[in-house]
Every structure is written in structure tokens, then in C-alpha cells.
């Protein structure tokens, strides 16, 4: 089986910075795409960031030049680094990845069970 183990939410004032690490852990072939989601109170889970195996990344319009995503392939980890937080952006995050878990089988995506980001004012 494969699992997403989240971790560095939590509470921060605006301005602020936290950086969120997910790993990848179990039956792993290969993963392509690592991203990250959000969902505030009231609203649709949203897309905050994707990361391709090769290193392209995609964010959405209302944290870019604040949030920056990597990963570290050899360890099947993605992070997202916030910077300049808002309060706007308290919401739980997920981590999602496209993994195939072995050859023979297609990719198909994962999510970890989320972690809470609140930004105070």
C-alpha cells in the first residue's frame, strides 16, 4: 500500500513562514506529479501547487511569488515553502502524488490526510 505522511502545519501570524514536507512511503515504482491542495471552511479544495518529476511547477495565481514547491525524487518527498503568509491562506493542505506502485499497473493518484495551516492577524 501507499501512504502520504504530512507534516509542518500549524499556527502563524500573518507574515509569517512555514514549510509543509510530505513523503511517500510503501509500494512505490515511480512517481510523476506531486502537488499540493487546499480547502478553507466554506470553500472547494483548490489547486496551491504542482511539482512534475522533472522539476516544472505550476502554482496558483493568489500564492505565487510567496509559496515555492520542491521535491526530493530519491526520497519521495514534496515540500512547500509559504512565505509572507495571509489569512486568507488558513485552510487544511493536502498532498496528492501520481504514483504507479509497479510496472505493470497505471498511476493513479494518492492524498494524504491533510494538515492545518491558520494564519492569525
Known amino acids: 500500500q501507499v501512504q502520504l505522511m504530512e507534516s509542518g502545519g500549524g499556527l502563524v501570524q500573518a507574515g509569517g513562514s512555514l514549510r509543509l514536507s510530505c513523503a511517500a512511503s510503501?509500494?512505490?515504482?515511480?512517481?510523476?506529479?506531486m502537488g499540493w491542495y487546499r480547502q478553507a471552511p466554506g470553500k472547494q479544495r483548490e489547486l496551491v501547487a504542482t511539482?512534475?518529476?522533472?522539476?516544472?511547477?505550476n502554482y496558483a495565481d493568489s500564492v505565487k511569488g510567496r509559496f515555492t514547491i520542491s521535491r526530493t525524487n530519491a526520497e519521495n518527498t514534496v515540500y512547500l515553502q509559504m512565505n509572507s503568509l495571509k489569512p486568507e491562506d488558513t485552510a487544511v493542505y493536502y498532498c496528492?502524488?501520481?504514483?504507479?506502485?509497479?510496472?505493470?499497473?497505471?498511476?493513479?493518484?494518492?492524498w494524504g490526510q491533510g494538515t492545518q495551516v491558520t494564519v492569525s492577524s
Open positions: 511539482i512534475t518529476s522533472g522539476g516544472s511547477t
Open positions: 510503501g509500494s512505490i515504482f515511480s512517481i510523476n506529479a
Open positions: 496528492n502524488a501520481d504514483i504507479k506502485k509497479y510496472s505493470w499497473i497505471a498511476f493513479r493518484g494518492y
